[in-house]
Structure formats: structure tokens, C-alpha cells
């Protein structure tokens, strides 16, 4: 009798601890090649940081001898707003942004230099915050800096090379536009009881002289007023001053071409006392010149006519504000430097009197 057996056959089980190191190795390459990727990302960040403040400091740097390329121009060509920079203007402000750059490092490149096209001159749109380049009376600077292969070499990767990454181009741009005083004047800048007329600035005026109040007529060029209050007489004119004094009064603000000041007319003698009260309150000493002065935002009002300098004696437009420097005020006179270049409106306009003159001092910074 043949008995069945059953047959039993045991199979090998699989080396699970195998397979747990292997993986675990790839795993730990995975993550040493992000870990390298990672590294490199950081010092591209930091690259890239480095290169905008070439990029700022270049933009800044070239805007800065524009305006005094501007303000270098007799009267009549800062007016024209179709003048061309030559070429030897543009080479100046060219070489501004260079040195600036050169000043700058990024990671392993100690002075960066700038490629051809690297500085553009243009017009930038405060509104539409748009840059057009053109040379025709630009008003901003454009300024890249870079670390490809136009400039400075790319940036080599310490661990990405692993991926294929040996390296980085990096690149960042800024944009330093000339400004006026952008529109609007805060209440409490404009902040003196006197204003002169925007005949200053087209030569009826001295700039060297000072503000006078008598006579008056064509040697002062300038009057008392208390700016938008009612009425204008020596009585309100000393409680402004006095108020500006104490801190009890503030200046209003100023929108150009459309706020008025109420001028008192005459020479107010009665006020002069308390000006000069005010003139030791503010007036501190410089190192620099050995003398007393006094910084000021000096208000500017529309001169009636082109020759005019009449003593102003009602409600006046005024078009915006110029910096002076009061350096003494004594009875009937005022004497002050005023920057006869330095003179901001709202907007450049070449109809507007005193429009289109010196709008070139502020800077206005807009990164990209």
C-alpha cells in the first residue's frame, strides 16, 4: 500500500536589512544634494543682496551728477525740456556710476565693474512708475549690476555643480530719478512769514542780496504775508510770528499753483522785533561757515509780470518753495543766501513762472 506524503518545501526569505541600506543611502545623497542646493541658494540670496547695493549706490551715484550737470546749465537750457545730453555729459555721469560700482563686492569679486548698456539715462513716470530710456533731457538713471558673462564673471555653485550647476547669473537693477518736491508741500515746511517772488530766479533779482523790506520795490523783490489767514495786517503778522515761535501756530501746507498766501504790503517795521526773537530761537552756529544760520524753506509766490518786483499786498499764488539760509535779520532787512538753484514745485512745468528751475537738488529712489 503506497502511502501519501506531502512534500514541504521552505523558501528563502528576502534580506529586508538589504534593501533598509540601500535605500538609506540614496536617501542620505538626496539630501546632501539638497543641503548643497540649499548652501548655494543662500549665497546666491546674499549675492544678489550685494549686487543691488552696487546696483543703489551706482543709480544714486550717476543721478546726482546729472542734476549738477543741470544745475552747471545757464537758465535757458535747463528750460528746454528737448535738450540732449552730449556725450560728454552722459561720459560724466557714466563715470560716477562706475566708481560708485567699483566701490562695491559681491561674494568673491572685490571691485565690480560695469558692462556697455549697463547705465541708461531716461524719464521715469512718478505716476506710472514706468522708465523710458532716451537721452533727451532725461530726468533718471537707470544702473544694473551684474555677475554673468558680460561682467564680473557668473557666480560658481559649491554643490549644485552635482546637478549640473557650476553656475549663477545674477543681476539686479535700481533707478534713481530726479524729483521736484513731489507734488504737495507738508504743513510745517514752508514755515517763514516772508516769501519772495519767482523773479529770482530769472535774474530781476540777486541772488546774493539780501531779503529787504525797505524800500521796497525792485531791491527787495519779496514781502511779508501771514500765510492763508485772515486779515493780513501787523497785528496778525507779529501773532503768526510769535505763534511759530511758541509752537502755538503751524505753517499749512503748500499744493503748488493753486494754494494762495495773504500778503500784508508795506515794511510792517513792527514785526521785526518779533522775527528777530525768532531769528535766535532757530539760529544755530556752523562749524563750517563761523556763523550763526538759520536753514529755511523760503516760500515763492507769482511774480505779477516777468520784470516785476512790486510789494505784494493781497491773496498771491504761491508756486512752491526755494532754500535759503538766513544768516542775520536786523531791523527792515533780512539778510539771507537763497539757492537760487534749488527751486521745487509740484511738477516741471515751462508755462508756469518759475517752472522748469532747478529741479534738480532731491532725489528720488525707486528700486526695481
Given at each position: 500500500?503506497?502511502?501519501?506524503?506531502?512534500?514541504?518545501?521552505?523558501?528563502?526569505?528576502?534580506?529586508?536589512?538589504?534593501?533598509?541600506?540601500?535605500?538609506?543611502?540614496?536617501?542620505?545623497?538626496?539630501?546632501?544634494?539638497?543641503?548643497?542646493?540649499?548652501?548655494?541658494?543662500?549665497?546666491?540670496?546674499?549675492?544678489?543682496?550685494?549686487?543691488?547695493?552696487?546696483?543703489?549706490?551706482?543709480?544714486?551715484?550717476?543721478?546726482?551728477?546729472?542734476?549738477?550737470?543741470?544745475?552747471?546749465?545757464?537758465?535757458?537750457?535747463?528750460?528746454?525740456?528737448?535738450?540732449?545730453?552730449?556725450?560728454?555729459?552722459?561720459?560724466?555721469?557714466?563715470?560716477?556710476?562706475?566708481?560708485?560700482?567699483?566701490?562695491?563686492?559681491?561674494?568673491?569679486?572685490?571691485?565690480?565693474?560695469?558692462?556697455?548698456?549697463?547705465?541708461?539715462?531716461?524719464?521715469?513716470?512718478?505716476?506710472?512708475?514706468?522708465?523710458?530710456?532716451?537721452?533727451?533731457?532725461p530726468n533718471a538713471i537707470r544702473a544694473t549690476a551684474r555677475r554673468d558673462g558680460a561682467a564680473n564673471g557668473a557666480m560658481p555653485t559649491f554643490f549644485a555643480g552635482m546637478l549640473g550647476v557650476n553656475t549663477m547669473n545674477l543681476s539686479t537693477s535700481s533707478i534713481a530719478a530726479l524729483g521736484t518736491s513731489g507734488g504737495p508741500v507738508p504743513p510745517g515746511v514752508a514755515d517763514v512769514p516772508f516769501a519772495i517772488s519767482s523773479n529770482w530766479f530769472n535774474g530781476v533779482a540777486n541772488c546774493d542780496a539780501g531779503i529787504q523790506f525797505s524800500p521796497t520795490g525792485v531791491n527787495g523783490c519779496a514781502g511779508w504775508h501771514v500765510f492763508d489767514q485772515t486779515p493780513a495786517n501787523a497785528n496778525k503778522l507779529r501773532q503768526t510770528i510769535v505763534g511759530l515761535n511758541d509752537g502755538s501756530y503751524q505753517s499749512p501746507g503748500i499744493i503748488p499753483g493753486q494754494t494762495q498766501f495773504t500778503f500784508t504790503g508795506g515794511e510792517v517795521s513792527s514785526a521785526f522785533n518779533d522775527l528777530i526773537d525768532l531769528w535766535n530761537a532757530k539760529k544755530q552756529w556752523s562749524n563750517d561757515s563761523g556763523r550763526y544760520e538759520w536753514d529755511i524753506n523760503l516760500p515763492v509766490y507769482q511774480a505779477s509780470s516777468p520784470s516785476a518786483c512790486d510789494n505784494p499786498n493781497q491773496s498771491i499764488t504761491i508756486v512752491g518753495y526755494t532754500k535759503a539760509v538766513v544768516t542775520e535779520v536786523k531791523k527792515n532787512d533780512i539778510q539771507a543766501e537763497v539757492k537760487c538753484d534749488g527751486f521745487f514745485d509740484g511738477a516741471p512745468n515751462p508755462n508756469q513762472a518759475g517752472g522748469g528751475l532747478g529741479h534738480f537738488s532731491p532725489y528720488r529712489y525707486i528700486q526695481d
Open positions: 500500500m503506497w502511502k501519501k506524503h506531502r512534500l514541504s518545501i521552505s523558501l528563502p526569505l528576502l534580506n529586508q536589512r538589504g534593501i533598509a541600506a540601500i535605500s538609506g543611502a540614496f536617501m542620505a545623497v538626496a539630501m546632501a544634494i539638497m543641503a548643497g542646493v540649499t548652501i548655494d541658494v543662500g549665497h546666491a540670496l546674499l549675492t544678489q543682496n550685494e549686487l543691488q547695493n552696487a546696483s543703489d549706490a551706482a543709480a544714486l551715484a550717476a543721478a546726482r551728477q546729472l542734476g549738477v550737470t543741470y544745475l552747471s546749465m545757464p537758465i535757458g537750457e535747463q528750460q528746454d525740456l528737448s535738450r540732449a545730453l552730449t556725450g560728454n555729459e552722459q561720459a560724466q555721469v557714466t563715470a560716477q556710476a562706475t566708481a560708485a560700482a567699483f566701490a562695491n563686492s559681491a561674494s568673491d569679486v572685490n571691485n565690480l565693474s560695469l558692462s556697455q548698456g549697463d547705465i541708461e539715462f531716461g524719464t521715469w513716470d512718478f505716476n506710472a512708475q514706468t522708465f523710458n530710456p532716451t537721452v533727451n533731457r
